[in-house]
């Protein structure tokens, strides 16, 4: 009896150890480089690294490239800005990572079906005067085959962003910074 609960001590462990392993792999995490949308409430000011106040108390969305990820700040360049901005990580609700572009004809190609569809029922529908329904149904068929090719070849050319949720890495609990002025900035970081 003993080596039977061993045993399924054992296998639950290794479940758990799996489980774990493949929820981690849900979460993606901020490095340095990464494209990024972020959300957060402002409650500081958002400021450049000279101090100046960049944007006042408000609810904030920006996409841009993450240049630095210090222990209780997020440095990020936004797109089409030249200034980085330092966003302090108690402020940050929601952050995501870019995950590639990709492209919409699927979509485009079942919207355009869809409604070459209808518009050839109804048009069937209107304008035949007896039984003719195998012959609406060809024609609904052509409809939806033309309509998918016309809108899924017309959106091959529009690219959307995805996006996945992150989390930011945890700060370090010591961490060594070079100003740009050659000081010297060492901080600690203690968890309670």
Do not use: H
Request: aromatic content about 4%; proline content about 3%; glycine content about 12%.
């Amino acid at each position: 009896m003993r080596r039977f609960s061993i045993r399924i001590t054992g296998s639950i462990a290794l479940l758990l150890t799996c489980a774990s392993a493949l929820s981690a792999q849900d979460t993606a995490l901020v490095y340095q480089g990464a494209r990024v949308r972020v959300k957060f409430e402002q409650e500081t000011p958002v400021t450049d690294r000279y101090g100046a106040v960049l944007l006042g108390s408000e609810t904030v969305r920006l996409v841009g490239e993450v240049t630095a990820l210090e222990s209780d700040t997020l440095i990020l360049l936004p797109e089409n800005a030249g200034v980085p901005l330092t966003i302090p990580r108690r402020d940050i609700d929601k952050i995501e990572v870019s995950q590639g572009k990709k492209s919409n004809w699927l979509k485009g190609g079942v919207v355009g079906g869809g409604a070459m569809l209808v518009m050839s029922v109804v048009m069937g529908v209107a304008f035949c005067e007896s039984d003719c329904g195998g012959d609406i149904a060809k024609v609904a068929a052509l409809g939806a085959g033309m309509g998918f090719a016309m809108g899924a070849s017309t959106s091959a050319l529009s690219k959307s962003e995805r996006w996945k949720e992150a989390e930011l890495p945890a700060p370090s609990l010591v961490a060594l910074g070079l100003g740009q002025d050659g000081s010297v900035r060492l901080a600690f970081s203690l968890r309670l």
